[in-house]
Antibody
Framework: QVQLVESGGGVVQPGGSLRLSCAAS????????IHWVRQAPGKGLEWVAF????????YYADSVKGRFTISRDNFKNTLYLQMNSLRAEDTAVYYC???????????WGQGTLVTVSS | DIQMTQSPSSLSASVGDRVTITCRASQGIRNDLGWYQQKPGKAPKRLIYAASSLQSGVPSRFSGSGSGTEFTLTISSLQPEDFATYYCLQHNGYPSFTFGPGTKVDIK
């Protein structure tokens, strides 16, 4: 079955960096676009970034553009999110989610918590 | 940017009740809309895609309708496991998407 497993979350100081990973299994990873989505504590869901199946195009929310970088390794079936210049407002659970055929994300990981605090 | 609103923001209902949640888009999005259920501490789960198509494995008491700017999620007979927060998501502006603010369904 389709599985997405995030890792790499933790506590980091403002201005610091963190790299999240999302390990995929149960489907042809190299054929699927993947999103990062986040949810601040007690808040709603916010789209963060997307990468096409082959890594040829990457897209970002304005709130993270220039600070976050999405990438993928199709040989390792793994998605990444490099987060630099972190701010308190980046504190959230970060989910990876597969883009479904219909266009909306169909499968989600369980999430990894990032806390930006001094 | 396309903005999404949902109503109500919360509701209290009893097991067996029929529940309807409405989502409105600030501009037409055809049928590029999904509905998601989220329980505390869990990832969102897709219930409906393309506005009215039922995700495989989701009970048939869930249904979606609408097109353009107004959409509805209906739960025909609320079950105990359905108490959760529900979000609509529009994906008309590839590849980004926007969620509605959510509707929390709790026990009356």
């Amino acid at each position: 079955q389709v599985q997405l497993v995030e890792s790499g979350g933790g506590v980091v100081q403002p201005g610091g960096s963190l790299r999240l990973s999302c390990a995929a299994s149960g489907f042809t990873f190299s054929s699927s676009g993947i999103h990062w989505v986040r949810q601040a504590p007690g808040k709603g869901l916010e789209w963060v970034a997307f990468i096409r199946y082959d890594g040829s195009n990457k897209y970002y929310a304005d709130s993270v553009k220039g600070r976050f970088t999405i990438s993928r390794d199709n040989f390792k079936n793994t998605l990444y999110l490099q987060m630099n210049s972190l701010r308190a407002e980046d504190t959230a659970v970060y989910y990876c989610a597969r883009r479904g055929i219909s266009g909306s994300p169909d499968y989600w990981g369980q999430g990894t918590l990032v806390t930006v605090s001094s | 940017d396309i903005q999404m609103t949902q109503s109500p923001s919360s509701l209290s209902a009893s097991v067996g009740d029929r529940v309807t949640i409405t989502c409105r888009a600030s501009q037409g999005i055809r049928n590029d809309l999904g509905w998601y259920q989220q329980k505390p501490g869990k990832a969102p789960k897709r219930l409906i895609y393309a506005a009215s198509s039922l995700q495989s494995g989701v009970p048939s008491r869930f249904s979606g309708s609408g097109s353009g700017t107004e959409f509805t999620l209906t739960i025909s007979s609320l079950q105990p496991e359905d108490f959760a927060t529900y979000y609509c998501l529009q994906h008309n502006g590839y590849p980004s998407f926007t969620f509605g603010p959510g509707t929390k369904v709790d026990i009356k």
